[in-house]
């Protein structure tokens, strides 16, 4: 039987689709998961007066050499202070490695706890105390005026009938901390200048076209990047780290880097 010849380019495109799922699971296993990208964000109408950092999820397993980049890298940036939205450790037994991490940051630490904070049963005591001897907090249900009075971050840690609410205080910009992106529709009546939220992970599987393949709970539409709600901005993390499976497609690690 004779075959009939095929054009190179033909030839080509057969060879780049046998090639392709084992390059995407290439990137998605290996490549992405260490590949940091700083996003930056502007919400200043005019000249920003304010410059921090939002990151989020670092799920911190004992991968020391992945938790001490974060550092390096927010440290590279010179923020006025920085924003973490949950999720420090994979287990109750990093904790400790974790913070000796992040310890290192160089700016005031300011963050709030997120589901594996608390699935994991740590008592929380030692998490204060690394964000203060940062210069900032860990805030459970609470608020703390910082910038010199300019910037009032509010750390929601819990929503239901026997927790308040938080408003913004007047006078100042505020910023809501929280780990679910999807309790920017429980603020509905009131008005903040920015929320930041994570949890999402972006999905850490995105189809160009499409979006995430599959999200946790919590998110509802809000998967990644920013969003206009009626509460204000919500700003969404990928976060840093990776649950339950090490993977990443399309959907890397990131710092975001805001101003205000």
Avoid at 36 to 47: H, I, Q, S, T
Avoid at 86 to 91: A, L, P, Q, S, T
Avoid at 204 to 223: A, C, S
Avoid at 226 to 253: D, E, H, K, M
Wanted: aromatic share 10%; with cysteine.
């Amino acid at each position: 039987m004779k075959l009939s010849k095929i054009s190179r380019r033909r030839f080509l495109l057969l060879g780049a689709s046998l090639l392709a799922p084992g390059a995407v699971a290439a990137d998605a296993r290996w490549l992405e998961l260490e590949w940091f990208k700083v996003r930056r964000l502007c919400l200043a109408d005019g000249k920003p007066t304010h410059r921090f950092v939002h990151f989020s999820d670092l799920h911190h397993k004992g991968d020391q050499a992945h938790t001490r980049s974060v550092v390096k890298m927010i440290n590279a940036l010179s923020p006025e202070f920085v924003c973490f939205t949950g999720d420090i450790m994979e287990e109750g037994k990093f904790l400790s490695e974790a913070l000796d991490i992040l310890s290192g940051i160089k700016s005031p630490l300011f963050g709030v706890p997120g589901n594996h904070d608390y699935w994991s049963r740590v008592p929380f005591e030692g998490i204060a105390k690394c964000f203060a001897a940062t210069g900032g907090a860990w805030l459970v249900d609470e608020q703390q005026a910082i910038a010199g009075g300019k910037i009032n971050l509010i750390g929601m840690a819990h929503v239901g009938p026997r927790h308040l609410l938080p408003s913004a205080a007047e006078g100042r910009k505020n910023i809501v901390l929280m780990h679910y992106p999807a309790w920017a529709k429980l603020f509905a009546d009131r008005k903040f200048d920015l929320l930041l939220a994570g949890h999402s992970h972006g999905g850490q599987v995105r189809i160009p076209f499409y979006g995430p393949i599959m999200l946790p709970f919590g998110v509802d539409e809000y998967d990644l990047g920013l969003f206009q709600t009626q509460a204000g901005p919500l700003n969404v993390s990928s976060g840093i780290g990776w649950y339950p499976i090490p993977v990443r497609f399309n959907c890397r690690p990131e710092i975001v880097l805001i101003e205000i």
